[in-house]
């Protein structure tokens, strides 16, 4: 069968679901995972033929978006500030707007280190619920005399992550534990960073089902009564572990900026800043702690 042929059942497939530059970004992705042929390849060989093993690669990749599931799971992998990712349905797919949070952190750092008079030891950074370990990886990866460490409560998350920080060639320590329950670590940290959940219940209705049906709920949701409980957590934690000039970072409910910035205010962080994302989103947070 022709290529362009297979591209057009995959619009006549899937446009009821997607729009077309995201049935386009599918195409492309999978005939470079399944095919190893670049995006153009059509336009250089318009008429290319692919084998009967090739056509079945893609039309399963077809069946499975039909069912809504994510293209990231379907090829086992997703990328990330330029870093390829392995995930599962045990781990939250990288996001974009968590890599503009990952470039305000290392603007900062890289901020501070010019501003310092002398040379200084190590940055020391915290990544709180660190799922794929997306954000610690990329931090690691550009930041390559830090220490960084990565904690969540899930065991399953945990092996993702460890095997990605060795697929990206970087040194992470990994904790085990639920931030609800850690009452303190014999560490202190420059940096403490989380993209805890963040989404209520109530907001379940504005998500689409390739999120709700193949994405961990644990990294996902809280409650509607309770919605700022790791923010809550996570903020007097922060304020206990993070040493003087420390910066606290947080992914944040679009909905819940202010509240969410107020946890900061009576933390006694200051130099706090809420910002939006590409999508015009409230979306990240940060505040200093001066002890």
Known sequence: MLLKEIKNIFHQELGPVYPKEEIDSFFYMMIEHYLGLE??????????????????????????LKLQRPIQHILGK??????????????????PETEELVQWILDTISIRKEDARESEKPIRILDIGTGSGCIAIALAKNLGDAKVFALDVSEDALKIAKQNALDNEVEIEFIHSDILQLKTLDDSFDV???????????????????????????????SDHDPLVFYRTITAFAAAHLKSEGVLFFEINQYLGEASQELLVDAKFTDIELRKDMFGNDRMLKGVLKQ
């Open 39 to 64: 995006r153009f390849v059509l336009a250089l060989e318009p008429n290319l033929m692919v084998s009967k093993e090739e056509e079945g690669s893609l039309f399963s990749g077809l069946s499975q």
């Open 78 to 95: 997703a990328y990330f500030f330029d870093l390829e990712f392995s995930v599962t349905q045990d781990v939250l797919i990288p996001r």
């Open 192 to 222: 403490i960073v989380s993209n805890p959940p963040y989404v209520r219940e109530l907001e379940k209705k504005e998500m689409n089902a390739n999120v709700l049906d193949h994405e961990p709920n644990l990294a996902l949701f809280v």
